[in-house]
């Protein structure tokens, strides 16, 4: 045999009895139980994840390193090493959750009849986990720089895409997770399935990849979001939309962003599950992917699982498991119908998102990720009555006395528009804002600190709401030229702070020394809006949008 693998399964002294109980059902020393190093220290799931990685066998070419709360496929064994021996240079994923965007790859390499598929612009699924010797080596030198910095599977994203490993997440997943209370505080994210999990899946055809995704449509914590990558020269990035936008963007008719007639039509889970597969099935039918999987029947059952969770994930934050399985069979039949409708749209006429007549209003200035996601969604709201435009974001990062502001020169007008606003938070949005900061130590189960007066105002403004603050400037025309993007309904820091312990992650919330000097009174409170134009996005919804693009994205820009 060219490969060699040992394996290890890694647990604290809290639940030493169920990591021994999965190693026995192993075969015969195929895993070993690796105890946290430091139990009565601060619970770090990376501390452990370092021991575990450092104890590969002598002798042995890769290293698998399983979480104490999985069960593993009947085939577990078999499929990784058939895997390794296929692609013995890479990283592998044996799990992915259902609301994840590897999840979305997953279901893409389930109707593509795939194996395994590219892992994407995420975190790298760590709870069951295949490393090259040299990668899991390399691996724990990077990691004990970095103690305390980031979550271990993040930490492994960047650590393997810094190094160019190739990544692959296996379809369906090997592993499934049993939620047995979390030692690491992620018992707050809900039940934590994969996003398939058949346990007699058969091995085989390991060589079998989907691999250059670049629409990644996912229902997560309420929300139907689709990650669409940028297709320019450079390191790979992501753009971060709302499902709906995507598919406006695209073209299609406004009927189709509706689920069907019937009595559940308005609920938000029913909503955002056909937005999440109609995006699905239209991705699908662009990539030339069958309507139903090919192969055997057990390439069948993956893909009807795969599909079915679609909506079970999207709830599972604020779901009970009674609830998500009460749901699930509605949802999963709404799935099905709505992918058959995507790929309908796609093949009913080609589609672009824009005609090549009607010009987006151009955007200049401002850090390349915020003016990619402004341009973007411009693009998507505007159509031929739109007015030749360049939008300039270079005063957004300027500290000017009357807060951030953006300027809008239409053609043929004299005088341009200045939009002002507060903060600016979401994707390709600076860490170093108030909001960002908050964000940024959120993320990193560090404690979220309010700065200065507790009680004084803030006025967030997300991303998308700017960009429909421009989009409605444009559209009408107004005589004053001077506008405040900002809600009438201003949040107090202390709240701020709060909605970002409750969106992102629920770490402690500490208030800061009082300043030496008073804070500036409110702003923005009786300067013109654009007209008919009001913020659209929920706190809850902006700060955790803007917490996974920081993860995924933001971390990318940064060495910390």
């Known amino acids: 045999m060219r490969h060699r693998l040992s394996g290890v399964v890694m647990t604290h002294p809290k639940r030493r009895q169920a990591a021994e109980e999965l190693a026995l059902k192993a075969p015969p020393g ?56 296929a692609m013995p240079d890479a990283a592998l994923a044996l799990f992915a959750l259902w609301d994840s965007r590897n999840g979305a790859a997953i279901r893409l390499g389930a109707m593509a009849g795939a194996r395994w598929v590219g892992a994407v612009n995420e975190y790298f699924p760590c709870v069951a986990i295949v490393l090259p010797r040299a990668v899991a ?18 930490l492994m994203h960047r650590f393997l895409r810094e190094n160019a490993v190739p990544r692959y997440v296996s379809v369906p997943s090997l592993a499934e997770h049993q939620d047995r209370g979390s030692i690491s505080g992620n018992a707050f994210r809900g039940p934590r399935r994969a996003v398939c999990f058949l346990p007699g ?14 629409v990644l449509p996912f229902y997560k914590r309420g929300v139907a979001r689709c990650a669409v990558r940028v297709q320019e020269p450079g390191p790979e990035h992501w753009l971060h939309l709302d499902c709906d936008q995507y598919l ?74 009674e609830r998500i399985a009460e749901r699930r069979g509605t949802l999963a039949a709404l ?79 004299p005088v341009p528009y200045t939009l002002t606003l507060d903060e600016l938070y979401g994707p390709g949005c600076s860490r170093h804002s108030r909001i960002g900061r908050m964000v940024w130590d ?58 970002v312990h409750a969106s992102v992650r629920p770490v402690p919330v ?18 013109p809006r654009p007209p008919d134009w009001r913020p659209g996005t929920a706190p809850a919804k902006g700060l955790h949008a803007f917490a996974q693009w920081l993860a995924y994205e933001g971390t990318l820009l940064t060495t910390e």
């Open 442 to 499: 959120a993320l990193r189960s560090r404690p979220v600190t309010v700065e200065g007066d507790g009680e004084a105002e803030v006025y967030p403004v997300y991303v998308d709401d700017l960009a429909d603050a421009v989009a409605a400037v444009l559209r009408v025309r107004p005589a004053a030229r001077t506008l405040t993007v900002a809600d009438r309904k201003p949040l107090a820091v202390t709240a701020l702070a709060q909605a």
């Open 30 to 85: 195929a895993l070993r139980v690796v105890m946290d190093p430091d139990p009565t220290g601060t619970p770090s799931v990376l501390r452990t994840a370092l021991a575990a990685w450092d104890s590969i066998e002598d002798g042995a070419t890769h290293h698998l390193v399983v979480q104490d709360d999985m069960s593993l496929s009947e085939s577990f064994f078999e499929r990784v090493r058939l895997a390794v021996d």
């Open 510 to 527: 500490l208030a800061a020394p009082p300043p030496t000097t008073p804070a500036p009174g409110p702003r923005l409170t009786d300067a």
């Open 248 to 321: 406006r963007g695209l073209g299609l008719p406004p009927s189709l962003l509706v689920p069907p007639a019937g009595p559940e039509r308005d609920a938000p889970d029913v909503r955002a599950t056909w937005l999440t597969a109609v995006a699905l099935g239209h991705e699908a039918a662009r990539l030339g992917l069958p309507d139903t999987a090919p192969g055997a029947a057990g390439r069948t059952e993956v893909y009807e699982e795969a599909l079915a969770t679609i909506g079970s994930g999207g709830i599972s934050d604020t779901s009970t498991e």
């Open 137 to 154: 080596e390399g691996y724990v030198r990077y990691g004990r720089q970095r103690l305390g910095a980031w979550p271990d599977d993040i």
């Open 335 to 413: 799935a099905h119908r709505a992918v058959t409708a995507g790929r309908e749209a796609a093949g009913s006429a080609p589609v672009r998102r824009r005609p090549r007549d009607c010009p987006a209003p151009a955007v200049h200035g401002g850090p390349d990720p915020l003016r990619e996601h402004l341009a973007r969604r411009l693009a998507d709201l505007t159509g031929p009555e739109t007015p030749e435009a360049t939008v300039d974001l270079t005063s957004l990062a300027e500290e000017v006395p009357d807060g951030p502001a953006l300027r809008i020169e239409v053609a043929g007008d």
């Open 201 to 214: 899946d058969r091995p085989g055809d390991e060589g079998n990849r989907l691999t250059g995704l670049s």
